[in-house]
């Protein structure tokens, strides 16, 4: 498995702002990716965030909305922009190692706007 | 029609009783399953993964697999109060533009009461 931490692990914010995620990974890992955990709900992948390039967002889910970096292989960020109400949710990131494509969640950072 | 689906629950069983999870899917090029379990107020935790038709033991969990009913499930032996969680099901996607994609089910909600 991979040892994955997130910050900030929560926050409060007001409407209108920005909040910036990071996730740092303790090995080098070719996949992560952005989901989303509503209360009560499942998982929504937010978007695939790709080495190098451009992330790739599922449908619902824009750039401008959710930018997201990835400058290397052990580090991604997420932002979540002009936040409103709506946006209160748990942000978790996860990585796929090569072993059998497991996929390994951070502890989640849990979002609050008000 | 989904991508994943689990009965829903929630599933309730005394201390020591089996309890079994159920999953179907509807990708019949996916290879690869997960179960994940998740504590309230906790993120994913993978704890079991099966590629092969049949089953896969680890501990009190097994995880079976039927790729021709696109079928998967999961029991849990000697349940213990502790097993109370949400328990996810999930299926990579294996092919095409979004590749390593998790597709998960809603959850099913276990309690094992003593």
Redesign the interface.
Known sequence: SAVISQKPSRDICQRGTSLTIQCQVDSQVTMMFWYRQQPGQSLTLIATANQGSEATYESGFVIDKFPISRPNLTFSTLTVSNMSPEDSSIYLCSVETGVGNEQFFGPGTRLTVL | QKEVEQNSGPLSVPEGAIASLNCTYSDRVSQ?F?W?RQYSG?????IM?I?SNGDKEDGRFTAQLNKASQYVSLLIRDSQPSDSATY?C?V?RDRG??L???Y????TQLTVWP
Do not use: D
Request: a positive charge; aromatic letters at 18%; hydrophobic letters at 25%.
């Open positions: 690869s997960f994940y906790k993120s994913p935790e993978l993964s590629y996810l999930a990579r533009s979004t390593g994609r998790l998960f089910g809603r959850g």
